[in-house]
């Protein structure tokens, strides 16, 4: 259960202020043609391209709105349920990677969710059950698999839409988040990326207080269902073992994305 810790002054229309000066000049949105496609999720290729391919709404809100699991409330079931196919263009070249500040594909799909499925919110700041991303050394030195790093990958990908057509800037691993059984692999972001990242895993918001700045590297490896044949540790003592940060149980404050009003969406 949750605590009501305050209530934002007035429900938001549509969509937000902000994203009003945003859209998609063409958009298609269909029932997803596939359950079990090769690719699931969203893309940004250049030139203002956005692609979903068999994503829940659900999701398609988390994404536009930059929000970790729990902080969507109101949703009915269908949602995380129903899956849709996107393709949309937007005028001139928005970077595809935006860590700080507007990002115009996403202010520009959640006006595209206010307009196909008729998506009205509101937000209001709730008291949840979180976990505390914090410094686990005396003089709070990361552990050794944590380390500085020189890539920053919104200036990574600016580059990389600059490549000479029939390249795919394919290398050692320098940018980005990859998570498979067992291991993540995270270089050239922030490591307010990796709490954001993380909710998903342990099932609660997770909120960055490590106080590190700037960009950072690690690969972590941990046992991804405990047991006592395996050598490895659980993420969280992997967490702290490995990258000198822990994880607390405390509660915090968290908006959320209170959903008033959500439809299927009409034909093109």
Known sequence: MYR???TSVAALTATSVLAQAYAFEAASVKPARSDNPSFQGVSRPPGGRFTAVSAPLRFLILYAYRLQGDQLVGAPDWIANERFDIVAKMEGDPPSIV???PDPIRLATQRLLADRF???????????????????????QPGR????????CAVMAARARALA???????????????GPG????????????????????GRPVVDRSG???????????APEPSPESDEPSLFTAIQEQLGLKLEATKGPVEVLVIDRVGRPGPD
Request: net charge negative; with cysteine.
């Open 118 to 140: 008729g998506l009205l919110v509101h937000r209001e700041t709730r008291e949840l059950d979180i976990y505390a991303l914090t410094m686990a050394r005396p003089g709070g």
């Open 4 to 6: 009501l810790f305050a």
């Open 145 to 152: 698999a944590l380390t500085p790093s020189p890539d920053d």
């Open 99 to 101: 860590t700080t500040g």
């Open 212 to 222: 590190l700045t700037g960009n950072w590297a690690f690969e972590l490896t941990y």
């Open 183 to 202: 291991r993540i692999r995270f270089a050239g972001y922030p490591i307010s990326q990796f709490a954001n990242g993380l909710s998903q895993m342990v």
């Open 165 to 179: 057509p029939g390249t795919d800037g394919s290398g050692p691993f320098v940018c980005g988040q990859n998570v």
